[in-house]
Each structure stands twice: as structure tokens, then as C-alpha cells.
């Protein structure tokens, strides 16, 4: 009986950290200026904070796929130095997952 309690609480801890975050938004942020960059796919190599009226924003620094080397600012918290993430002819930046298919708009 006492091994009972903590085996189903460590099964559901498991469970737990095994759930998956279905929300879009989680996964992208928007470009705060989207006429000053490059549309395709790279790694961010560096994230710097800004200050402003608006609030906080971030400064991506990427290594391009094809070689190239761009920054964008963006409105979200949610990328990390090493993620791979595509930039959208609308103006977004999109995690690109290895184990996702990305679906259209």
C-alpha cells in the first residue's frame, strides 16, 4: 500500500510533462518592423532586450540557412539562443519544429 501513493504520483508527473502546447502563438512572434528584412529559415545566434514606450521587445540575431546574417526585432519572450526558426513574407517568426508539420494559413 505505501508503494502504491508515490508510484501513481510519479506516473502521473510523467503524464504531465509529457502534454503538449496546441496554441499557434506559443510558437511564433510578430516582426515589429516587417518591411526590414529577408523572408527564410536560420538560427538565432544571439537575443538582445530592448527598451521602449511599447513595452519590452527582442532582437534576434540570426545565421541564415543560406548564409546570409540578419536581425529582426520581435514582440514575444518565447524564442531561445539555438532554436531554429523560419522568417514569414507576413511579417513573423515561426519555430520551426523537427517532429511538426507546419500547416498553412
Known sequence: MRLRAP???SLLLVLHGCTIAHDPSH???NIIRPGNFFAGSGVIE???VLGGEAGKRYRLSLRMDNGGFQTVDIDSERFFQGQAVELTNDGRVVLVSGTAFHVPR
Open 7 to 9: 508510484l501513481l504520483l
Open 27 to 29: 510558437l511564433e512572434a
Open 46 to 48: 544571439s537575443i538582445g
